[in-house]
């Protein structure tokens, strides 16, 4: 369960190469799902990590991963921030 007041997210994936991560935002947003990209690095490699989202409520967050698996993201997992 989330804490509360956090917001919910379907993380879509974790790409290595930005133009990677910016197709599959798109790929969201053609599909009606907003999307964001985030930009981290680890070990000096950059890294941009796409979320979907957020959603209302947590049964609003499963459908939306239900929605983002079938658009071939089958490792895309819930996450809150």
């Known amino acids: ?3 509360a007041g956090a917001k919910l997210y379907a993380q879509i994936g974790i790409f290595s190469v930005e133009a ?10 053609k599909a009606g799902v907003a999307a964001r990209i985030h930009k981290g690095e ?4 950059a890294f941009w990590r796409v979320v979907a989202g957020p959603a209302a409520d ?11 698996k079938g658009m ?6 819930a996450v809150s921030k």
């Open 1 to 3: 369960m989330a804490p």
């Open 20 to 29: 990677n991560a910016k197709r599959a935002a798109d790929q969201m947003a």
């Open 58 to 68: 947590t049964a609003a967050r499963d459908a939306l991963l239900k929605k983002v």
């Open 72 to 77: 071939g993201y089958p490792d895309a997992y």
């Open 42 to 45: 680890t070990q000096g490699k």
